[in-house]
């Protein structure tokens, strides 16, 4: 059993920044890929980032260039820094994991989910 943890949401004016952050606990050694996914009012659950635990990183296009996923010094902890934030980018953000797998595999574990809003 997993158990993913995100806080750092909240609300920011446009332009601004924010760090969430995905603590995994329980059998956190068995996973090789985390990612972060948004969720908006209204539309479906999208992938942001992913990355493995060698370091290689996927962001989706409206993303590239502001923000940044990243593991920490012992890798069950998971960050996305979020810069130049748009209202666009306002939503439900969720940890996610492939326990057990790489990320050719589908992500299985999710975390509660924090919200991001940003203002215009």
């Known amino acids: 059993q997993v158990q993913l943890v995100e806080s750092g949401g909240g609300s920011v004016q446009a332009g601004g920044s924010l760090r969430l952050s995905c603590v995994a606990s329980?059998?956190?050694?068995?996973?090789?890929?985390k990612g972060w996914f948004r969720q908006a009012p209204g539309k479906e659950r999208e992938e942001v980032a992913r990355?493995?635990?060698?370091?290689?990183?996927t962001y989706a296009d409206s993303v590239k260039g502001r923000f940044t996923i990243s593991l920490g010094s012992t890798k069950d902890t998971l960050y996305l820094q979020m810069n130049s934030l748009q209202p666009e980018d306002t939503a439900v953000y969720y940890c996610?994991?492939?326990?057990?797998?790489?990320?050719?595999?589908?992500?299985?574990?999710w975390g509660q989910g924090t919200q991001v809003t940003v203002s215009s």
């Open positions: 990355i493995e635990t060698d370091g290689d990183t």
């Open positions: 329980g059998y956190s050694y068995s996973i090789y890929c």
């Open positions: 996610a994991a492939v326990v057990g797998g790489y990320c050719d595999r589908p992500f299985n574990s």
